[in-house]
């Protein structure tokens, strides 16, 4: 079987590699990489492609970035052209982002097999262009990998057979289990955007005393309003407690835009670094106290580390973080309090979901062999 296997953005890549390496000189499955250069910068994606050992992709669209629009057309239009090129029996995308969506339709309609990793997700909020994606993706694609119960229970209300869903785990998981050792080994030294200052972590401040932000989601920092609260709220916390913030290139940029550096260097403790490495993100967040964010992926490597996470949104395509894990859904005016219970040791823990163990990649394979 010629599988093509589709990586658009960053958390893409966590999720290709351990298929890549668990794929590599198999006997029947030939697998070919296909990066479709949603995210194009060095930090955002060629980084990641170094750090979990994935090899050069066959294929990169280079398409770069644009509105959803054009940028999901790019890739159709490139995708349908690798498709035509390579005939393959089957194309694996993973996610929600744009390039899911649209490498499953070129697929979809060519009559090829198409195959969701992380099918089943549902936030139940269509302003969110990752739920589309999500829709889309599902309603066309053959076979469904879930990795939660949550995610099997939404597709089969949405009428896709049982046969069809296999709840295998998280590769997310994998690629985490398999660098936690090494990421912790790495470098935590970082240069402070716009100050004239550089921050060790187990020097300036103890392991363990610190939290760590993530913040991009439109509704949070693509208004002025709601920008400038969440920065007075992260100045107040960093007051009680440090905070390292690897700024997503959006944010930084609003931010800019917004006035609101001059708010940001009153707050000495408020650390904003560059965006970092998988493996650098990796050692900040096992060492941290806590997360604050709006993003996906951290919900579910603080459930493995057991470490609260408390995610600004009113929903989550991720409940089972919520429901088995650490992660808690909160408001603007809750992060306050919730910040004071974790450092007065009483932040939310949980346990790990079923299959979350490092092995979900072997478990995709031998699907993959019965295709």
């Known amino acids: 079987m010629k599988l093509i296997l589709v990586a658009g953005a960053r958390p893409n890549f966590m999720k290709i590699a351990p298929l890549m390496h668990a794929l590599k000189g198999h006997n029947t499955i030939q697998a070919i990489l296909v990066h479709t250069g949603q995210h194009y910068d060095v930090k955002m994606s060629g980084q990641f492609f ?22 999901t057309a790019r890739i159709m239009e490139g995708f349908e052209k690798v498709c035509i090129d390579e005939k393959p029996d089957a194309v694996l995308v993973v996610g929600d982002v744009n390039s899911t969506a649209a490498c499953t339709l070129v697929a979809s309609k060519m009559g090829i097999k198409t195959i969701h990793y992380e099918a089943g997700l549902r936030s139940n909020d269509r302003t969110m262009p990752e739920e589309i994606n999500r829709l889309v993706t599902d309603a066309i694609s053959d076979v469904f990998i879930t990795t939660s119960v949550d995610a099997d229970e939404n597709l089969l209300k949405e009428n896709i057979p049982a046969e069809k869903i296999h709840m295998l785990g998280n590769l997310m998981i994998d690629s985490l289990v398999a660098n936690l050792a ?11 955007l716009n100050r004239n200052k550089t921050i060790e972590i187990g020097t300036d401040f103890l392991v363990g005393k610190y939290g760590v932000m993530t913040f991009h989601r439109p509704g949070n920092v693509d208004e002025k309003e709601s920008l400038t609260k969440l920065v007075q709220l992260w100045g107040e916390i960093s007051e009680k407690v440090p905070l390292v913030f690897p700024v997503h290139p959006r944010t930084y940029k ?7 550096q001059e708010l940001i260097d009153k707050y000495n403790q408020l650390y904003f670094i560059e965006p970092l490495g998988y493996m650098q993100f990796i050692h900040l967040v096992s060492r941290s106290m806590f997360a604050l964010t709006d993003s996906g992926g951290i919900q579910e490597e603080t ?7 408390l995610t600004v949104r009113p929903n989550t395509e991720r409940p089972v973080t919520v429901w088995e894990g650490s992660n808690k859904l909160i408001k603007l005016d809750e992060i306050t309090s919730e910040v004071d219970l974790i450092i007065a040791g009483k932040g939310k823990t949980g346990k790990t979901p079923k299959f979350w163990n490092g092995g979900t990649a072997v478990r995709i394979v031998e699907v993959l062999e019965c295709l």
């Open 254 to 260: 609003n931010i800019q835009n917004f006035g609101l």
């Open 182 to 192: 090494k990421a912790q080994s790495t470098d935590l030294k970082f240069k402070l």
């Open 50 to 71: 170094e750090e979990l050992n994935i090899p050069t992709p066959d294929i990169n669209l280079e398409v770069g970035s644009a509105s959803h629009a054009v940028q």
């Open 303 to 309: 459930t493995y580390l057991n470490i609260p996470c």
